[in-house]
């Protein structure tokens, strides 16, 4: 039998504030607003950096609830593969990126950083070394 390719896997984060949101990833990450709802003032905007995508929402009254929030041990709300974590390590520190954890070798066999976004998610960039 054969098997289908997935590509790739887009997140979709609860967020306080969508265009605080946008902000943030398209400023300090270098990522793009792929869509946003309505144009003006949205609650709903897909932000995206080459194959990497976030779906972020903002809804009156739930409040985001990072990973991290919920339990200690689940640090991490997202994984995004990088080839070169050292190269956009320098990029993200020439945009004055604040890391949560800063370009390592991590114990679990992993070469990346970690950052935070404003609502506190929580995401890892990097490979397998």
Do not use: W
Not at 66 to 94: G, I, M, Q, S, W
């Amino acid at each position: 039998m054969t098997k289908a390719e997935i590509g790739h896997i887009s997140p979709s984060f609860i967020v306080s504030n969508v265009p605080q949101t946008i902000a943030f990833y398209c400023d300090k990450l270098g990522f793009e607003t792929r869509f946003k709802d309505p144009p003006e003032n949205p609650f709903f905007a897909i932000v995206g950096r080459d194959g990497a995508q976030i779906f972020v929402k903002s809804e009156g009254g739930i409040a985001p609830q990072p990973n991290p929030t919920r339990h200690p041990h689940l640090r991490l709300d997202a994984f995004v593969y990088v080839e070169d974590p050292d190269t956009l390590a320098a990029e993200f520190a020439a945009r004055e990126v604040v890391f949560s954890n800063p370009l390592r070798d991590t114990n679990d066999g992993l070469r990346g950083f970690e950052l935070r976004d404003p609502d506190g998610y929580t995401l890892f960039f990097g490979r397998p070394r």
